[in-house]
């Protein structure tokens, strides 16, 4: 991975960390997870949010989880799509715990 890929990498994080909440609901719409927009909207998840939920993995239930306590998804729609695209974009997460 040269430094061009990295550049691209933390550009695509600060453009989703300043994601509205709209923003956040049209890219799991584009992503074809509408049941997961709707989790956005009643979670109140923001790009920053979204950010911080992908980057925890002892975070990652709250994806799988119904809304309004999570975003709704299947195991495979989190695996398969979710997780796939935000891994295109920003690269695998960094494991951490909550505090």
Do not use: W
């Not at 009643?42 to 809304?67: E, M, N, Q």
Request: charged fraction near 25%.
């Amino acid at each position: 991975m040269g430094c061009g890929h990295c550049k691209k990498r933390i550009e695509q994080q600060k453009e989703i960390s300043e994601m509205s909440l709209s923003d956040v609901k049209n890219l799991f719409k584009s992503m074809q997870l509408p049941k997961a927009a709707e989790g956005v909207e009643s979670g109140g998840i923001d790009g920053k949010t979204l950010l911080d939920l992908y980057r925890d993995a002892s975070l990652h239930d709250l994806f799988v989880a119904p809304s309004p306590d999570g975003l709704g998804l299947t195991q495979i729609q989190f695996k398969g799509r979710f997780m796939s695209e935000m891994k295109r974009r920003l690269g695998p997460p960094v494991i951490q715990t909550s505090s």
